[in-house]
């Protein structure tokens, strides 16, 4: 049973247009993740944020931006959408960092853009 | 900067049979936690088992368990009486608990066949 719910699963949409992948987890984790990951390759992150307010920028570079205005709810965003930004995106939450606790995660959001 | 490698692409292995994952990384921190994640076809990334760095005793999970040579920076896996549910990608994963940043660090993953 998942505990973090990405919407929606799958999107096929044209280029220019805006989009936002939602995130939301019920488990009250500080600390939420943005990974992007294409068919067959590793992960790479480009967002977190360690709680409300507080984003940052990941080791991969992004169009995307995020937002963090409560606990439970962490969306990205692309504004203009492009065929490069084609690509799985995986969220996932964490509870604290000082005992190494691992990540819980989405079942992630496949997205191709025309 | 950490590095994670899994030089391996592509492995299979017979059901019910043995079959090790290896993993090796590039820190020159001491303090870090390695995890081996599990992604089935089209679904979640789910935790196998982790290690402690500061632990020598290797962890076990069930038929789930690790060889961990910190001094070599070798974390490989050891799957036993393999499964057809098995079959998955598995990724390694470096978490430093030091600097400002504490996010995983993944390897390029290991697709694993499971044969019947």
């Known amino acids: 049973e998942a505990d973090i719910y990405q919407t929606p699963r799958y999107l096929v949409i044209g280029t220019g247009k805006k989009i936002t992948l939602e995130c939301s987890q019920t488990?009250?984790?500080?600390?939420m993740y943005w990974y992007q990951q294409d068919p067959g390759m590793e992960l790479h992150l480009i967002h977190y944020?360690?709680?409300?307010?507080?984003?940052e920028k990941g080791d991969l570079s992004s169009e995307s931006t995020v937002s963090r205005i409560r606990t439970e709810h962490f969306p990205l965003t692309l504004e203009s959408a492009r065929p490069s930004h084609t690509s799985q995106y995986l969220c996932?939450?964490?509870?604290?960092?000082?005992?190494?606790?691992?990540?819980?995660f989405g079942d992630g959001t496949r997205l191709s853009i025309l | 900067a950490q590095t994670v490698t899994q030089s391996q692409p592509e492995m299979s292995v017979q059901e019910a049979e043995t079959v090790t994952l290896s993993c090796t990384y590039d820190?020159?921190?001491?303090?870090?936690?390695l995890f081996w994640y599990k992604q089935p076809p089209s679904r979640q990334m789910i935790l196998v088992i982790r290690?402690?760095?500061?632990?020598?005793q290797n962890a076990t999970e069930n038929r789930f368990s690790v060889n961990f040579q910190k001094a070599a920076k070798s974390f490989s896996l050891k799957i036993s009486d393999s499964q057809l549910g098995d079959a998955a990608m598995y990724f390694c994963?470096?978490?430093?608990?030091?600097?400002?940043?504490?996010?995983?660090?993944f390897g390029s993953g290991t697709q694993l066949t499971v044969l019947p």
């Open positions: 996932a939450s964490s509870p604290s960092w000082l005992q190494g606790q691992p990540q819980h």
């Open positions: 488990m009250g984790h500080d600390k």
């Open positions: 944020s360690y709680g409300v307010n507080s984003t």
């Open positions: 820190t020159s921190e001491s303090d870090y936690y």
């Open positions: 290690q402690e760095a500061y632990k020598q």
């Open positions: 994963a470096f978490l430093l608990l030091s600097g400002s940043a504490r996010q995983l660090t």
